[in-house]
């Protein structure tokens, strides 16, 4: 376990967690405002886990494993992501359709804010939101980003950044 909130827990992902993330990475938000990974196999699943699993040991963070505490449903991702392009970290989340509008997104990213600001020790935190994405964006409203600037992301897509932190 990495940390808990009033509902959730948050937990490193291991290979096993292959079936939700295939789930995850081929729901049509995900595809549509995050990008189609071309993940269509448990197999393919378990490699793609291997960037979150990897930065555990290399950033001393990554993307979580997001469960219900009442009966250990897996319902999504939450966590913080180091990219290269990027001067600080950023927050990531992504939650099954089937649990979304429930408020544990906007806990799960609470909860990652708080083990991001405390045990770790980190200030600023940035977010990267693809435009129209509102969702997204209306969540890091309440967890208290604001929105900084537009940029060019991946040399083909315009996105926006979002910032927590100074």
């Not at 291991?14 to 729901?27: C, F, G, H, M, S």
Request: glycine share 10%; with cysteine; charged share 25%.
């Amino acid at each position: 376990m990495v940390f808990e909130t009033e509902r959730l827990a948050l937990r490193h992902f291991t290979p096993d967690d292959a079936p939700l993330v295939l789930e995850l990475v081929n729901d049509p938000l995900w595809i549509r405002f995050i990008g189609d990974r071309n993940v269509r196999t448990l197999d393919e699943a378990r490699s793609y886990l291997q960037k979150p699993i990897d930065s555990y040991a290399v950033h001393g963070f990554g993307l979580y494993h997001v469960a219900r505490k009442s009966d250990g449903e897996a319902l999504g991702m939450c966590g913080l992501v180091k990219r290269d392009t990027l001067s600080h970290a950023d927050i990531g989340f992504a939650f099954l359709e089937r649990f979304r509008g429930a408020g544990y997104a906007v806990e799960a990213a609470r909860g990652t804010l708080d083990y991001a600001r405390g045990p770790l020790g980190l200030g600023r935190i940035l977010a990267v939101v693809s435009p129209g994405n509102e969702r997204s964006a209306s969540l890091l409203t309440k967890i208290g980003f604001v929105r900084e600037r537009s940029t060019s992301w991946n040399e083909k897509d315009v996105v926006d950044i979002w910032a927590n932190g100074v």
